[in-house]
């Protein structure tokens, strides 16, 4: 909850920011108009639900970034988090003499704080409040930008309109400062006129030598107040630290070589953080993005709480199993336990997307399919390299085409040969039916590639397909970036040997009776076999089918 508000109070802050500098964009035409667009954005922030709900937005935000700064364990951040930081804490030196001499000004002395007002002060005061004033904005919009892009580079939208958000990053602020800058000058030109700024101040309802003094002395107590503020977060983190020493201590051992031990109140990923174990967490330990997520296993781990309902949520985005906890989420109880972390530690954006529930691994029946081009060796022969990798790309886009028409999954190429899965979420008789349509549209598709490379190529290509059904284990396998969703055990291996059987028997298509049965289909003509293969005890009944494209579409 704490960090959906501290979201919230930044969206509410941000939409502020972004309507005050496009008040300051309208500099650019007049400051008539500059002045005429403040009426309208203090219709909408000025009335009392607005100034509620600007200046709670404001404190929470504030507040519960003292909290966050309390609740950290380690002040190990990215160069990103430590940019916004101190972005951040410099919005309070910059922004609250700017807030006391309009807001307050207005409430306690009457001063009519618009553009004249802050213009012609700025023109008083000289260079030193201008850079103050222009800085301003910069430092917030940064800081601002930086929060929001945490927040949202999680959503699967964002990539797509990451283009248009940055030029709206780079177009708002600079015509922002661009617009005050011209108001400005116009006003520094208008006060080259003598009694213009008396006139102006006058009209402002300046407030006297006495009550600026005041105004003056309770900016200067927001800012004491701020940094008291600041550093009693930070002074009472190792009084935190001493307490929570008194509930015991979390031992985790992340493999055979490294354990690490520590007071019981971390989360798993502060653990890692402290100890220096690089650990995934794209979106910074808020239990957003799921990268942080861990295998928990050893004596202890009944002795774990509950997820929460937010790490729930995000737990069954991604379709985790029960061991399987979030690193940011997740504080141990006092005993031992053993982790491991699921994703690289340089896991980014991409690998917070929902994924198959079939990553963590499972058993489940699947239909595999094994294809292969039948003497390309001879084929490729005396053929340019340009022209083999031609070749090669047709036959794949043609079958891998078929594969996704007929609702399967391409799981990889194997120099010429094509491995599919069926069944990752489907039944078993949709996906041996499945199966079966993906054999015939490929080698339709081979029929159709062969016409169209009739003037290329000496003979025709040939397929071999094997088929068949049974359980298999299920999961994402592999390392970093290369690992995908595949499927490994007897099944596969013996779909492979019956795509090898068709050259045995001289056709395109060995299916296994197994898989026929389970999708309910009779191939009564083709030809039948008992045949052994390596690796297991029985004889397997298959069927030799000459022509894979004369089945009978699936429906």
């Known amino acids: ?37 403040r009426h309208w954005f203090a219709s909408v922030w000025g009335n009392p639900v607005g100034l509620t709900v600007l200046y709670g937005a404001m404190l929470v935000h504030f507040l519960l970034a003292l909290w966050s700064l309390y609740r950290r364990r380690a002040l190990k951040l990215s160069r990103w988090e430590w940019a916004q930081w101190i972005l951040g804490a410099s919005i309070i030196p910059l922004g609250v003499i700017h807030v006391v001499g309009t807001r307050l000004a207005e409430t306690f002395y009457d001063v009519q704080s618009g553009y004249p007002w802050v213009l012609g002060s700025l023109v008083a005061g000289g260079w ?18 930086i929060g929001l892009h945490f927040a949202l580079r999680l959503k699967p939208w964002y990539r797509g309109w990451l283009p248009l958000l940055y030029g709206l990053a780079l177009l708002i602020p600079a015509a922002s400062l661009a617009g005050a800058a011209v108001a400005l000058r116009d006003v520094a030109e208008l006060a080259q006129r003598p009694g213009f700024l008396e006139m102006l101040f006058q009209q402002a309802r ?3 030598p006495a009550q600026i003094a005041n105004l003056y002395s309770i900016a200067s107590g927001l800012e004491y107040t701020a940094l008291a503020l600041l550093v009693g977060a930070i002074a009472a ?27 019981a109140g971390l989360t798993v990923l502060e653990i890692s953080r402290i100890a220096g174990i690089p650990h995934a967490s794209v979106c910074g330990g808020r239990g957003r993005c799921s990268t942080c997520r861990v295998r928990i296993t050893g004596d202890d781990r009944h002795r774990l709480p509950p997820a929460s309902p937010e790490e729930a949520k995000v737990l069954a985005r991604i379709g ?17 336990y053993r982790v491991t972390p699921l994703l690289p530690a340089a896991a980014g954006p991409v690998e917070a997307y929902r994924r198959q529930p079939q990553a963590h691994g499972g058993e489940r029946y699947i239909a595999v399919l094994f294809a292969d081009i039948r003497g390309f060796t001879t084929i490729s022969e005396g053929k340019l390299p340009y022209d083999v990798v031609f070749l090669l790309n047709r036959y794949f886009r043609a079958t891998g085409q078929a594969v996704e028409a007929a609702g399967g999954r391409l799981d990889k190429f194997i120099g010429d040969g094509v491995m599919a899965i069926f069944g990752l979420n489907q039944d078993p008789q949709t ?10 549209r490929m080698a339709l598709a081979l029929d159709d590639l062969n016409e169209a490379m009739s003037g290329d190529l000496d003979v025709p290509l040939r397929i071999g397909i094997g088929i068949h059904a049974g359980p298999a284990i299920v999961g994402e396998m592999g390392y970093a970036r290369a690992a995908q969703i595949t499927a490994i055990g007897d099944t ?9 059987m068709t050259k045995e028997f001289a056709v395109e298509l060995v299916v296994s009776q197994e ?41």
Not at 238 to 255: K, N, S
Not at 320 to 336: D, K, T
């Open 1 to 37: 909850m704490t960090g959906r508000l501290r979201l919230w109070s930044g969206y509410v802050l941000f939409f502020y920011v972004v309507t005050h500098l496009l008040n300051h964009a309208l500099g650019l035409i007049s400051l008539r108009v500059l002045e005429a667009g």
């Open 128 to 145: 030193p409040g201008i850079v103050r004033q222009f800085s301003l904005p910069l430092v917030v919009w940064m800081h601002g930008c």
């Open 206 to 208: 300046v407030p006297g």
């Open 237 to 263: 983190r190792p009084l935190r630290d001493l307490w929570e020493r008194r509930a015991g201590v979390v031992r985790l051992d992340y493999d055979e070589r490294r354990s690490v031990t520590q007071p």
């Open 320 to 336: 985790a199993p029960a061991n399987v906890r979030l690193a940011c989420q997740l504080h141990p109880p006092p005993g031992h």
């Open 431 to 440: 996906a041996c039916r499945q199966a079966l349509d993906a054999a015939r």
């Open 492 to 500: 596969v291996n013996t779909a492979s040997r019956l795509e090898s």
């Open 515 to 555: 898989l026929l049965d389970r999708a309910g289909i009779d191939l009564g003509d083709a030809p039948r076999h008992e045949v052994e293969i390596r690796g297991r005890q029985s004889r397997l009944a298959v069927r030799a089918v000459a022509k894979a494209g004369d089945l009978t579409a699936m429906s």
